[in-house]
C-alpha cells in the first residue's frame, strides 16, 4: 500500500468518499466513535457531509432528542458520541482526561471535595428532567456555596460533572447549550470489562480511520501508547496491518466495510475535522509543494481546509447573508478546470446544508487573511 492508496483508504473509510446509502447523524457518530465538537457549528458540518443531505437544523434536532450526546469524553475537549457508547467510553477514557485537567482545576482552586459538591449541587438542580445553561448552573452552584473564581472554574467544574457521568449535553435553548443528567438521557447499560473497551475503541478507530498508527489512534483517544497498542492487538482480529515507510499501519479489511455510493472529489472540511484532527501525523494529507503553509505539526489544518482527492490544497471561509451564503476558497496554487467545478459544487452542498444558495469565488491564500469561522 503506497502513499496515495494510504490517502484514498482514509477517504472511503471515513466516508468522504460516498456515505452509506441512507446514513443519518447517529449512524456516523458510532462509526466514527466519537466525533471532536468543541466547534459546534463546524462539528455538524463534518457529521453532514459523511451522511445524506442533512442540514444543520437535523443535528440541532439529534442533539436534543438525545440521539446524539455532546460531552467531554477522549482529549479534554467536546465530541459527539452516542448514548450507547457514552458510559464504557467514559469509564474508558476519563480517568486520563481528569489527570491532564488536574493542572487547571488546581489552577482554578478545585479540589476533589469541591468538585464532589458541585457535582451533588448540579445533580439536584436537574433532576426531574430540567435542562439548564451554563450560566444558570453558575447560579446554582454559587447558591449551593460552592466555589470557583471565574468562567474559567465554572467551565472546570462542568467538565468535571461530564467526565464525572453527572451530565451531558441537553437540547440547545436559542443558540445556548443546555446541561442535563446523564442518566435521564441515557438508558441503563450493560458495563463492559476494560479490554473489551479497549478492543472495541480500537476496532471501530482503525475500521474508520485506518490505514493509521498506534500512535495516531493514541493521540485520538488520548489513552497511553500501552493502552493503545493493547487495544489494537486485542482487535486484530477484525484488522489487518501494512508497513508504509516503515511504520505499521492497521485498518479494517475490505471485506468489513459497507457498500458506499460514488465519491464526491472535493471537500470542504470545517475546523477540527476528523480528517484532519484524528491523527498524530498528518503529512499524507499534504501535498509536498504545500509544506510552507503549515507548521511542522500540520496544525494550521485545523482550521477549515479545502480538500481534493484527499489532500489539502488550500482553506476557506464563509459570510452567510439572509438570502445567500458566500463562499470564499484561497488556494495554495492554481487549480485546474476540474477542481474548480469539483470545489463548487461543495459549496453547494454547505449552502443546502445551511438552508441558503451558495455564491463561490477563488482567491490566492494569503496567511494570515482567512477567517476560519463556520458557525
Avoid at 505539526?297 to 484527499?310: A, K, M, P, Q, S
Amino acid at each position: 500500500m503506497r502513499g496515495i492508496d494510504l490517502v484514498r483508504e482514509r477517504l472511503r473509510n471515513q466516508w468522504l468518499h460516498g456515505a452509506p446509502s441512507g446514513s443519518r447523524a447517529p449512524e456516523v457518530v458510532r462509526w466514527l466513535g466519537a466525533v471532536q465538537a468543541q466547534d459546534y457549528g463546524a462539528a455538524k458540518w463534518g457529521v453532514a457531509q459523511r451522511a445524506g443531505d442533512l442540514s444543520g437544523t437535523d443535528l440541532d434536532m439529534a442533539l436534543a432528542d438525545g440521539s446524539i450526546l455532546r460531552t467531554h469524553i477522549l482529549r479534554p475537549t467536546w465530541h459527539f458520541v452516542l448514548p450507547a457508547d457514552i458510559q464504557w467510553m467514559l469509564r474508558l477514557t476519563a480517568p486520563r482526561v481528569k489527570a491532564l485537567m488536574a493542572f487547571g482545576n488546581r489552577e482554578s482552586g478545585l479540589d476533589d471535595a469541591t468538585c464532589a459538591r458541585s457535582n451533588r449541587a448540579i445533580a439536584a438542580a436537574l433532576q426531574g428532567g430540567r435542562q439548564l445553561t451554563r450560566p444558570e448552573l453558575g447560579a446554582v452552584l454559587r447558591g449551593a456555596g460552592v466555589d470557583f473564581p471565574d468562567m474559567v472554574g465554572l467551565g472546570r467544574l462542568l467538565v468535571r460533572a461530564e467526565l464525572d457521568a453527572v451530565v451531558c449535553s441537553g437540547a440547545l435553548r436559542g443558540k445556548q447549550h443546555t446541561y442535563a443528567l446523564l442518566d435521564e438521557r441515557v438508558p441503563l447499560a450493560d458495563e463492559i470489562d476494560r479490554d473489551s473497551a479497549l478492543a472495541e475503541l480500537a476496532g471501530r478507530y482503525f475500521a474508520s480511520h485506518g490505514p493509521a498508527t498506534v500512535k495516531d489512534f493514541a493521540w485520538w483517544s488520548g489513552l497511553s501508547v500501552s493502552d493503545a497498542t493493547a487495544g489494537a492487538k486485542t482487535a486484530t482480529a477484525n484488522l489487518q496491518q501494512t508497513e508504509i515507510r516503515g511504520s505499521t499501519y492497521w485498518f479494517a479489511p475490505p471485506q468489513a466495510r459497507r457498500r458506499r455510493q460514488q465519491a464526491a472529489r472535493a471537500h470542504l472540511l470545517p475546523n477540527f475535522d476528523e480528517y484532519t484532527v484524528a491523527y498524530a501525523d498528518r503529512e499524507p494529507i499534504r501535498e509536498a509543494g504545500d509544506i510552507a503553509h503549515f507548521d511542522s505539526r500540520g496544525d494550521t489544518i485545523f482550521n477549515n481546509v479545502v480538500l481534493v482527492d484527499g489532500c489539502v490544497i488550500g482553506t476557506w471561509n464563509r459570510v452567510a447573508r439572509k438570502a445567500t451564503v458566500h463562499v470564499t476558497a484561497y488556494l495554495f496554487r492554481s487549480a485546474a478546470e476540474d477542481e474548480t467545478v469539483a470545489i463548487t459544487a461543495a459549496a453547494e452542498r454547505y449552502g443546502r446544508f445551511l438552508g441558503l444558495p451558495a455564491e463561490v469565488a477563488f482567491r490566492r491564500f494569503e496567511p494570515g487573511v482567512v477567517s476560519s469561522a463556520t458557525r
